[in-house]
């Protein structure tokens, strides 16, 4: 297996259009400013079509791979083929890029989720060769259950100035990583080592003892994700097919590790993966469609379904395709919609309006007045306000909420049964 410390990273960058730092809109007095604009110079990174940079946005691991690439130059590409990744992806090219410079295992289920910090840190580390020489890891009080070579790159860059903690002494190695903390690093790196990668330091090798078993646990572990990845598990529902790609994501993170494993982990792991796979429910060759009919109170309501004009009952079976969902109420409300069936049963929800012929309540406290207390739907309400003597108008309390009133007349359009109370104060002297 090759020597890789990390999952995966990719996307940064789908956009035509290049943007320099200094029309950012959104980087003017950022802490990153400074980062930003080096490695926009650089081309490190790209903006966005929008004159943005969106600075606190979380990157994904796709994301990355572009970055580091075009740091060191990576250019080749490996002809590794993923059954479960479009070849239109555009992240694939930079995928393959990364698995020939080595910071990506091949075997490796990709899966294009928000990038953590010490995954990062990993492959700087990585890359770079770096080594902590003082065990100046130890400062931070997180990173306990790290993989060795893990603490060795953290305790390198926070040796030269390049890593910052928190204020409590905690790195958050698995917390998310932002564009503006990877601008950071990127630049610090890139100007304290340059651009050259440095991986011929050979990595540290796990204990002997049990090394054997471990081994064969391990080897075990690949051969069980070789063969899920080939699995087509287009043909099981998403629900069950959930657990299963987390478990192949423990795996992998196994899998990256590759020593100083404990072997309860290696064998929690198969067995996860089994347990999945027996989770699995086949997707129904006819899907059935549940619909759910209330009224915009969310009361339940009596009607008749119909599908392309034919009447249909919740809960039947449809072909995958595009329908006509039509609802008819029992006093003749209607409401029509288009469905999508796809290779899963569907709920859909109808919500009715009320017919404006439906009479709303109108109550209102001491001091105000209208002209009725019943009202249709959307009819236009006049309310007049009569303070008394000695006081003057806060505000009206309109169901709850407040209303703020330039003169003693309220206007409104009425939706809802509704309340209405007066708030008066002293007149001030």
Known sequence: MKRILLLTMIAFFLFSTKVTSSSYKDVGDHWAEEYINYIDEKNFIDGFEDNTFRPDETLKKSQIY?????????????????KYIDEKDWFLEELQIAIKAGYVDEDVYFT??????????????????????????????????????SKEYVGALLSDGLLEGFSDFKLQPESNLSRAQAAKIIALCEQKYGRTPNISKAPKE??????????????????????????????????????????????????????NVPKDEIIRALEDIERAKGQLVHKPENPRLYVDVVDERGNPVNAQLYINNEVFKSGDTLKRGRYLLKVVAADGNTQSTYVNMEEEDKRVEVVLKYKHNEKLILSLGKHLHSDKREYSMDERVKIRVMTPS???????????KVKKLLSDEYIFIIKEDTHIEAVFVPLSL
Do not use: C
């Open 206 to 259: 796990p204990p002997q003892d049990d090394n054997d078993e471990v081994r064969q646990l391990m080897e075990k572990l690949l051969q069980s994700v070789r063969e899920t990845n080939n699995m087509n598990l287009w043909s099981f529902t998403d629900e069950s097919t959930a657990e299963l790609k987390r478990a192949l994501m423990r795996a992998n993170d196994l899998l990256l590790r590759s020593d």
């Open 112 to 149: 294009d989720a928000p990038i953590e910090r010490i995954e990062f840190i990993n492959i700087i580390g990585y890359l770079y060769g770096l080594e902590d020489k003082s065990n100046t890891h130890k400062y931070f009080t997180d990173i306990e259950n790290l993989h060795s070579n």
């Open 390 to 400: 000695g006081y003057e108008l806060k505000n009206l309390l309109v169901n709850g």
């Open 66 to 82: 572009k970055i580091i690439n075009r740091l060191f130059y990576f250019t080749e590409k490996s002809d590794t083929y993923f």
